[in-house]
Nanobody
Framework: QEQMVESGGGLVQPGGSLRLSCAGS????????IGWFRQAPGKTREAVVC????????YYGDAVKDRFSIWVDAAKNSLGLHMKDHKANDTAVYYC???????????????WGQGTQVTVSP
């Protein structure tokens, strides 16, 4: 059975750093576009970063560019997200996901985890 499980969320101060991890099982990361999306209270899902299945390049959302970085270990079906210089509007539930394309990562992923809360607060 396909599954993705996130870990590593929590409370972080503005300007601080946090790392998220995700373990996948039941499917191959190499067969999908993979990455992270987030959803803040009262807002729609927002793609954070996606590694495309076409070119294996990472594409970052404008809100997190130069602050977040993704890593992937395809052999272990795991990925992570290193976040730094947190801002208040980074507060959201973060989900790792796999999709047919990066275009669908946030709007229609094939597999996704249960999410992990990240709260940015003094």
């Amino acid at each position: 059975q396909e599954q993705m499980v996130e870990s590593g969320g929590g409370l972080v101060q503005p300007g601080g750093s946090l790392r998220l991890s995700c373990a996948g099982s039941g499917f191959r990361f190499d067969d999908y576009s993979i990455g992270w999306f987030r959803q803040a209270p009262g807002k729609t899902r927002e793609a954070v970063v996606c590694i495309s299945s076409d070119d294996r390049l990472a594409y970052y959302g404008d809100a997190v560019k130069d602050r977040f970085s993704i890593w992937v270990d395809a052999a272990k079906n795991s990925l992570g997200l290193h976040m730094k210089d947190h801002k208040a509007n980074d507060t959201a539930v973060y989900y790792c996901a796999a999709a047919q394309s990066c275009h669908h990562l946030a709007s229609g992923p094939t597999f996704w985890g249960q999410g992990t809360q990240v709260t940015v607060s003094p």
